[in-house]
């Protein structure tokens, strides 16, 4: 994954062409520390993006329950019995996406493949929660987290049960610095108007702007950006789900200007697209 920074107000075409290109400064990691004296500053007026997919633990050799075997797209058989704790294993792997995601600090974090597991919360309900090893980048950090509605973790984790006996979910997020960044409060009223653009578990959705003195002051109007996951087999699926992130950000733009033939916001759309 490679961190795009991209002045606000670029053009998408440029903004596209730009997006895939590797941070000119992106830091080193050591044996899971990092080199912090090479981290890029990432304070002024550029908006910072970078797309991890994280290789869902329960994806990596499960046995299909409707197959009675493990599917090749998930055996890895290039990777060897001997390499397989050091490069598979979410114990060794999971301090160094940690390091690997903090070492950008990039103002927003399209995450692909997060896997999450079940708990209780303080009030006895059951919720989900992030891996032991990510939470530090939210607990600690200055970075929160967006997800899709419970409702539809609950569709995942069923799914998952049914074909890989893991009653875990896994989803795509997006993680955005709260210290420059401001998230619009309408995901509820949006949600609630508009069905056909709810968050997904392969696409979650925000709407942003900048905070003042953060170096994004000027991005004054709102933005949206869509993490996403697009379907790996079919490629009207993955149309349909470029229009969902469309439809959900045409929506968030209406919603605020309460205006219905608002035209189309600055968007940006990053994520593990299959092609």
């Not at 994280?54 to 493990?70: M, W």
């Not at 409702?151 to 420059?180: C, F, H, K, W």
């Not at 992130?245 to 600055?266: E, G, M, V």
């Amino acid at each position: 994954s490679t961190p795009a920074r991209i002045p606000y107000g670029t053009p998408f075409s440029h903004a596209a062409a730009t997006a895939g290109l590797p941070h000119p400064s992106f830091p080193p990691v050591k044996g899971g520390k990092l080199l912090h004296e090479s981290l890029p500053d990432n304070s002024g007026p550029y908006l910072s993006v970078a797309s991890f997919n994280l290789l869902a633990p329960c994806y990596v050799r499960p046995v299909d329950k409707r197959t009675g075997g493990i599917q090749p797209f998930a055996a890895f058989e290039w990777i060897s019995d001997v390499d397989t704790p050091e490069v598979l294993d979410i114990d060794k792997r999971g301090p160094r996406l940690l390091a690997a995601l903090r070492s950008c600090r990039a103002d927003v974090l399209c995450i692909q493949e997060l896997q999450l597991s079940r708990s209780v919360g303080s009030d006895n309900e059951e919720q989900f929660e992030l891996p032991s090893w990510l939470k530090p980048i939210v607990e600690d950090d200055v970075y929160d987290i967006c997800l899709p509605p419970l409702s539809e973790l609950e569709v995942m984790s069923n799914r998952n049960q049914r074909v890989l006996g893991i009653d875990d979910p896994v989803t795509s997020a997006l993680m955005y610095r709260t210290d420059r960044l401001k998230r619009c409060n309408d995901n509820e009223s949006i949600s609630s108007k508009r069905k056909e653009s709810e968050d997904t578990s392969t696409c979650v959705t925000a709407c942003f702007y900048g905070k003042d003195q953060s170096g994004l002051e000027n991005v004054n109007w709102p933005f949206v950006v869509s993490s996403i996951h697009l379907d790996a087999t079919s490629e009207v699926k993955r149309v349909g789900q470029i229009g969902r992130c469309l439809r959900r950000a045409r929506a968030f733009i209406q919603h605020l200007a309460n205006d219905d033939d608002l035209c189309f916001p600055s968007s940006l759309i990053a994520g593990d697209m299959n092609t």
